[in-house]
């Protein structure tokens, strides 16, 4: 077999996920074309990018990076600061250290491939959007969240246009636009977003239960806060269904879920269900995660809302006793 013919049928086997057989194959063209061709020939340097490419789906951050940074330091220097692979390197680079929560290297990176890509393709390239959807998930890591909804409501217009509203990153970027805007507490404004993005994921045959809990999660959260729990709550016990039934039974997912389905009940005035259901999701992730995370400070803060409300004020003193300071502003990360 040719260098051109390995490198297609690595090519093959990463995009169906085999990626132990991709990577000698890489490795064998990175090796091979490096000693004939040379380490700057693009094929050899177009192979260590894909190298790189399947280490970081497998999880092998630490593999991956340096690979990334010797291709794009000799992209630049071979094929040009804007070349389509120099840039394409810049922005993976970008988007792994904005995985691995390196945001400080992750967005300069970002940044510039965003300008180069418009300049070179276009605003609404796929190849100018993709880096800002990396660029926007940064963002919202770093709590930055009027700067990640202005990035999340380009790519919404732009994905609608190209792929239109049923693609699956159509689908992503309004569900990052959704979250950016819970964080504001912009939640009327959120509400409309998150109907269509149900209404989207509920007609598709191929979603998977834990992404229908997730927006099933998303859109009652929302509704929740909007006054409307009546409306929640069927789509709460669908979602905690769900994720009760789930192999990967993920305590911190259930313990969330019966938390927010407790509040919209204390809101429907059903304390006793209410209590039954908080109580239970505190000592879930109690055991799991003790109680100094983002979920156990949110669902001690319900559970004093509740004792106040019903009224238990013996309950709810004791309770309050064991909030953080700013427990008035305590919102637990999306599940």
């Known amino acids: 077999m040719t260098l051109e013919s390995i490198n297609n049928l690595a090519h093959l086997y990463r995009d169906q996920g085999r990626y132990d057989e991709a990577e000698p194959l890489f490795s064998e063209v990175i090796e091979t074309g490096g000693r004939v061709l040379g380490s700057d020939h693009l094929l050899t340097l177009t192979a260590m990018t894909n190298l790189a490419v399947v280490y970081r789906r497998q999880g092998r951050y630490e593999d991956a990076e340096p690979l990334y940074l010797e291709t794009l330091e000799t992209m630049r220097r071979v094929l040009g600061e804007e070349h389509p692979y120099t840039l394409s390197c810049m922005a ?7 995985h691995l929560n390196r945001h400080d290297e992750a967005e300069p990176l970002l940044l510039e491939a965003i300008e180069k890509y418009r300049r070179v393709l276009g605003e609404n390239h796929t190849h100018t959007l993709a880096p800002m959807a ?5 963002y919202q890591k770093q709590e930055r969240f009027e700067e990640a909804e202005r990035v999340y409501r380009t790519l919404v217009q732009q994905f609608r246009q190209i792929h239109g509203p049923e693609h699956r990153a159509t689908r992503w970027s309004i569900e990052g636009l959704i979250l950016s805007l819970t964080r504001l507490g912009r939640f009327t404004e959120a509400e409309p977003l998150a ?3 149900w209404a989207l994921w509920e007609n598709n045959s191929k979603a998977s239960p834990a992404s229908i809990a997730r927006v099933l999660y998303l859109l009652a959260d929302i509704l929740v806060h909007n006054g409307k729990s009546e409306e929640a709550e069927p789509l709460l016990r669908e979602c905690l269904e769900i994720r009760r039934a789930s192999e990967a039974e993920d305590d911190r997912l259930i313990a969330s879920t019966e938390s927010l389905l ?10 006793e269900e209410a209590e039954s259901l908080l109580l239970e999701s505190y000592a879930r992730i109690e055991s799991t995660e003790g109680e100094s995370n983002d979920i156990a400070h949110a669902i001690r803060k319900r559970i004093v809302d509740l004792y106040e409300i019903w009224p238990r004020p013996d309950k709810a003193t004791a309770w309050r006793a064991s909030l953080p300071e700013s427990a008035e502003a305590v919102r637990p990360s999306e599940p």
């Open 262 to 271: 407790g509040d919209c009940l204390t809101t429907l005035g059903r304390y």
């Open 134 to 138: 990396s660029l926007a998930a940064v």
């Open 92 to 98: 993976s680079l970008g988007a792994l250290y904005g």
């Open 195 to 197: 109907r269509e993005l």
